[in-house]
């Protein structure tokens, strides 16, 4: 099975932050990697796709890069609705693991 | 628009049996793989189990294997879970979603999942 690692746990950051998340796949996935994100109490919402496609409806600030075994999800600006728990998910292979998700916070 | 609505969770004893419904709408169900994710209380996301649109093939976690089956009716637009053998680790809420595949040149690129039910929750406790 695929193991995916995502850092940091947790993030402190303040509104117009540029930040950056990380997810490392035990294995190349190629390019199998999507990034949810999802607030308390609601089912997670598709942002990026293919590691760098964006879903449509997604804010442009969103953005994601990489491909083989590392990736990363950055948001230029952040918003104040962009405080949420992040997930990022391979689907080369299943089971289509998720990382344990990095929890956003207002600084 | 695309509504998933799952339904059937409640509360149930280990060992017991529950099935979950997910209706779906909006979309052709018959062309699309559907998946099972799981989150139980507090923690992170855990894929469950995959149908695909015909129904043939199946996947499941390692953790449900023998003891979940997912089953589609897609002339009720309708994924189903049916869990058995229950135990106090399989509380969550159940969430169903859609499966959507991109393409670059014809060729697989990725397997994502575009549209989440909002979750039913399954508590399984003496």
């Known amino acids: 099975d695929i193991q995916m690692t995502q850092s940091p746990s947790s993030l402190s950051a303040s509104v117009g932050d540029r930040v950056t998340i990380t997810c490392r796949a035990s294995?190349?996935?190629?390019?199998?990697l999507n990034w949810y994100l999802q607030k308390p109490g609601k089912a997670p919402k598709l942002l990026i796709y293919?590691?760098?496609s964006v879903q449509s409806g997604v804010p442009s600030r969103f953005s994601g890069s990489g491909s083989g075994t590392d990736f990363t999800l950055t948001i230029s600006s952040l918003q104040p609705e962009d405080f949420a728990t992040y997930y990022c998910?391979?689907?080369?292979?299943?089971?289509?693991?998720f990382g344990l998700g990095t929890q956003l916070e207002i600084k | 628009q695309v509504q998933l609505v799952e339904s059937g969770g409640g509360v149930v004893q280990p060992g017991g049996s529950l099935r979950l419904s997910c209706a779906a709408s909006?979309?052709?169900?018959?062309?699309?793989?559907m998946h099972w994710v799981r989150q139980a209380p507090g923690k992170g996301l855990e894929w469950v189990a995959f149908?695909?649109?015909?129904?043939?093939?199946?996947n499941y976690a390692d953790s449900v294997k023998g003891r979940f089956t997912v089953s589609r009716d897609n002339s009720k637009n309708t994924l189903y879970l049916q869990m058995a053998s229950l135990r106090a680790e399989d509380t969550a809420v159940y969430y169903c979603?859609?499966?959507?595949?991109?393409?670059?040149?014809?060729?697989?690129?990725?397997?994502?999942?575009?549209?989440w039910g909002q979750g039913t929750l399954v508590s399984v406790s003496s």
């Open positions: 979603a859609k499966e959507r595949i991109s393409t670059v040149r014809g060729v697989i690129s990725s397997v994502y999942f575009d549209y």
């Open positions: 293919a590691a760098s």
């Open positions: 998910q391979q689907s080369y292979s299943t089971p289509y693991s």
């Open positions: 909006g979309f052709s169900f018959n062309d699309f793989g």
């Open positions: 294995q190349s996935i190629s390019s199998y």
């Open positions: 149908i695909r649109f015909d129904g043939r093939i199946r």
